[in-house]
Nanobody
Framework: QVGLQESGGGSVQAGESLTLSCIIA????????LGWFRQAPGKEREEFAI????????EYGASVKDRFFVSRDTANNAVYLQMNSLKPEDTGIYSC???????????????????????WGQGTQVVVSS
């Protein structure tokens, strides 16, 4: 049974940093495509992952590129999102997701599009104040 659990959210001031964690059960982090998605207050969840990691590499959305960094930890079977230079517009619920049908190698590719992901965590809240 696959499960994803995020943690690490909180309230910070603009310019500060946070690191989100996502512990995954039931699928190995080095055998899946993993994405972080964001839902701003009053809006739908973004259709494209703001950060994605697979065996083929890492991709970021334009709004977070060079500020956010995604990594995975095979020992703890977890994926992390380090968020630097946070802005008020980064406020939202952050969810991790896994596409266990692909891993970015073995002839497969990872995608940032939300419908490619089959397993989702509940999300963790991030609030950035100006």
């Amino acid at each position: 049974q696959v499960g994803l659990q995020e943690s690490g959210g909180g309230s910070v001031q603009a310019g500060e940093s946070l690191t989100l964690s996502c512990i995954i059960a039931g699928v190995r982090v080095n055998n899946a495509c993993l994405g972080w998605f964001r839902q701003a207050p009053g809006k739908e969840r973004e259709e494209f992952a703001i950060a994605m990691i697979g065996n083929g590499g890492i991709e970021y959305g334009a709004s977070v590129k060079d500020r956010f960094f995604v990594s995975r930890d095979t020992a703890n079977n977890a994926v992390y999102l380090q968020m630097n230079s946070l802005k008020p517009e980064d406020t939202g619920i952050y969810s991790c997701a896994a596409d266990s049908r692909r891993n970015g190698s073995d002839g497969t590719s990872c995608y940032r599009r939300d419908f490619m992901y089959t397993f989702w965590g509940q999300g963790t809240q991030v609030v950035v104040s100006s």
